[in-house]
């Protein structure tokens, strides 16, 4: 057995897992095997990994089902201890794992340990993320996850770890959703164990990729199911109101692309007053004009200046 299984999704990515798996080559924390699941790629991201040699690194040929089930089939093929994930294009420095370790046998008995991380939204730009009620210099157990992982994503899936019998458990990621997938993992393990996070900035989360899944369209994605969660917000209103962020993001995204009705069944369910009034107002907007604000934003992007409706 070994400590760590890192667990590569990969489709398409020739142009960053060179530098992703590098990045994990370089770790000052040594134990842990690498497993890639090429989800059919058809460009030569798998005959790059290949060609890096090393025996830590294992490939696992999927058809093309997406990242859900990659992760999951990583999960299955694993042997460590802990699965740390890492997404095709993002990147890890040295520490990286070190840290995690260290934060797990300081606190054995969480569900995720996560580490800091930077968002590159553009080229030399960088994005610090930042928690309510939580210090940049603290390090531990989250005393109220829910509550702490906004406005920015404390678990975001590239800088945590997590221990392979609670996913296991769980059953992983659902297949078929195509965005949403993590939070819904994530939000299950934050429902029924504590959290924990490092003080240390380890990873770069990379936000700057034109055909980032992220980017899509909405109608295009498949979505988790909120009503999973109905019962546990009801008893937890920090969990209610992390939800609600969610859920107003999916309606306004609806409302944006001109779906009136798919995004009405988002916000009825929202609770008025976690709406704040830089939403109230765009909503006021006719679609057309938010589409050519958020073209706009796209652009202001590239220049590091980056507006979001959401913090």
Not at 127 to 142: A, H, L, M
Not at 164 to 191: V, Y
Not at 198 to 220: G, V
Not at 228 to 245: C, G, M, T, V
Request: glycine residues 4%; hydrophobic residues 40%.
């Amino acid at each position: 057995m070994v400590f760590f299984s890192v667990v590569i999704p990969l489709y398409n990515k020739a142009s960053h897992i060179e530098n992703t798996i590098k990045s994990v080559l370089s770790q000052t924390f040594t134990d842990f095997e690498i497993i890639v699941i090429n989800d059919a790629s058809t460009d030569e991201s798998e005959a790059l990994v290949r060609k890096l040699n090393d025996n830590r690194i294992q490939i696992f040929n999927q058809k093309n089902q997406g990242v859900s089930v990659a992760r999951n089939l990583g999960i299955e093929k694993s042997k460590g201890k802990l699965i740390a994930f890492l997404d095709a294009d993002d990147y890890w420095f040295p520490s990286h794992l070190e840290e995690l370790a260290n934060l797990y046998h300081s606190f054995p008995d969480c569900g995720i340990y996560c580490s800091r991380y930077k968002i590159k939204t553009a080229k030399n730009h960088f994005q610090t993320p930042y928690y309510y009620g939580v210090d940049q210099s603290f390090s531990g157990v989250v005393k109220d996850y829910f509550a702490s992982n906004m406005p920015f994503r404390m678990t975001w899936t590239s800088s945590l770890a997590i221990p392979k019998q609670i996913l296991e458990t769980l059953g992983g990621f659902t297949p078929g959703i195509t965005n949403g997938q993590d939070l819904e993992l994530w939000t299950n393990i934050g429902i029924q164990f504590p959290i924990a996070i490092t003080n240390n900035t380890t990873a770069i989360y990379n936000n700057d990729i034109p055909e980032s899944l992220a980017k899509k369209n909405i109608n295009s994605m498949n979505l988790m199911d909120f009503e999973q969660f109905k019962i546990a917000e009801r008893e937890n209103p920090s969990l209610k109101k992390f939800l609600d962020l969610y859920r107003i993001e999916y309606g306004f995204k609806y409302y944006v692309s001109g779906y009136k009705e798919k995004s009405s069944f988002y916000f009825k369910e929202v609770d008025k007053q976690n709406i704040i009034s830089k939403i109230r107002f765009l909503l006021k907007l006719p679609p057309f004009c938010l589409r050519f604000l958020f073209k706009s934003n796209r652009i202001l992007k590239k220049w590091g200046i980056n507006f979001s409706v959401y913090h």
